[in-house]
């Protein structure tokens, strides 16, 4: 298939520029994906379609306040980085900009100097990897002087950046919010549960690869980033357990999705697993694992629109996103749901 069968036109104020409150007020899209039949409900109203038996699995990865503003040491001009992925020993792979002013062997000081890093080396692409300086513990320094890594289609500053968490986060490790959970409050996760609806967690840190557009005209020709993940045993029991009744497996969210076909078994079992993964979804891919997806709207011609298609079907998912458009649904991050089932 070709990228520009996946674009769509969204008008620019249909991109939600800040949470809605509470988490569980915005609308919820749900798609029946064999019928292709849409109706608009409002995200309460995800007990109706969960059932009892079935196993919700949710992403557990915590945002890193990733974003980093400071100065060189040795000019006082400014800089930024941005932290990717972590390379062990208090070592970064990192975004910097402006990238011409982190050479190797420069010190950059953020946050009156409560953290420090040094540019040990220039990688393939332009990113820099650091190393750090600190007392103490680096994620708690982060915690007081990071920023949140908001995506660049949202331009208003976010007051709360735990509205950029969702509510079960633990792990941290993610430049960007699987943000199909974004929704979910304690108490509705209580309903679920109470419902006799299982909750699994998966971790699945967030690259800002997810950002990254297809520029392949043949989107089979796209290459993947890769992003690490963990299921733990106790979650593997859990979902072989709801297959073994006839439960439906369900992801929040299109990181969990990857993360369950990334270590299913063709009889639809998972087995514990600890790596990377750089699968990539689009239509005609044969599902394993996956019954159900909540997810939120995605940038046309991006990756993750194009995994939705691969569940829901190309025509339904394109004519769903036509009618969330003519609806004045919310878009994108901080946007309204989807719940294909």
């Not at 991109?15 to 064999?34: F, K, N, V, Y």
């Not at 633990?170 to 419902?195: D, M, N, W």
Request: negative net charge; contains cysteine; proline residues 5%.
């Amino acid at each position: 298939m070709l990228r520009q069968d996946f674009y769509y036109e969204l008008p620019e104020e249909l991109i939600a520029q800040e949470p809605i409150e509470p988490r569980d007020a915005s609308r919820l899209l749900a798609l029946d994906r064999q019928s292709g039949e849409v109706a608009h409900r409002h995200f309460t109203d995800i007990l109706e379609y969960l059932r009892e038996g079935d196993c919700l699995v949710l992403n557990d990865s915590r945002v890193l306040p990733a974003r980093l503003l400071g100065k060189r040491a040795a000019t006082g001009a400014n800089v930024e980085l941005l932290l990717l992925t972590p390379h062990g020993n208090d070592t970064w792979e990192t975004l910097a900009g402006p990238g011409r002013r982190a050479k190797p062997g420069d010190i950059l000081a953020f946050g009156d100097s409560l953290l420090t890093a040094e540019v040990l080396d220039v990688l393939e692409g332009g990113n820099r990897l650091v190393k750090f300086s600190y007392e103490g513990n680096f994620y708690h320094v982060l915690e007081r002087i990071g920023q949140m890594p908001l995506p660049p289609y949202i331009k208003k500053k976010l007051e709360n950046g735990e509205r950029y968490q969702t509510v079960y986060s633990r792990e941290v490790g993610s430049a960007a919010a699987p943000t199909a959970g974004l929704h979910f409050t304690p108490e509705l996760l209580e309903k679920i549960k109470a419902k006799g609806v299982e909750i699994a967690y998966v971790t699945l840190h967030v690259g800002l690869g997810t950002f990254r557009p297809v520029k392949e005209d043949n989107i089979e020709n796209h290459t993947m980033h890769a992003e690490h993940y963990e299921l733990t045993a106790e979650t593997a029991d859990v979902i072989n357990r709801t297959r073994e009744r006839g439960g439906r497996v369900i992801a929040v969210g299109t990181t969990s999705c990857r993360t369950l076909e990334s270590v299913g078994l063709t009889n639809g079992r998972v087995e514990p697993a600890d790596g990377w993964t750089s699968i990539f979804i689009y239509p005609g891919y044969e599902f394993q694992v996956l019954d159900g997806l909540i997810t939120n709207f995605h940038l046309p011609e991006s990756t993750l629109i194009m995994l939705v298609s691969a569940f829901a079907g190309y025509e339904h998912t394109m004519e769903a996103y036509r009618q969330a458009v003519e609806e004045k649904y919310r878009f994108f991050s901080f946007g309204d749901s989807m719940a294909i089932l």
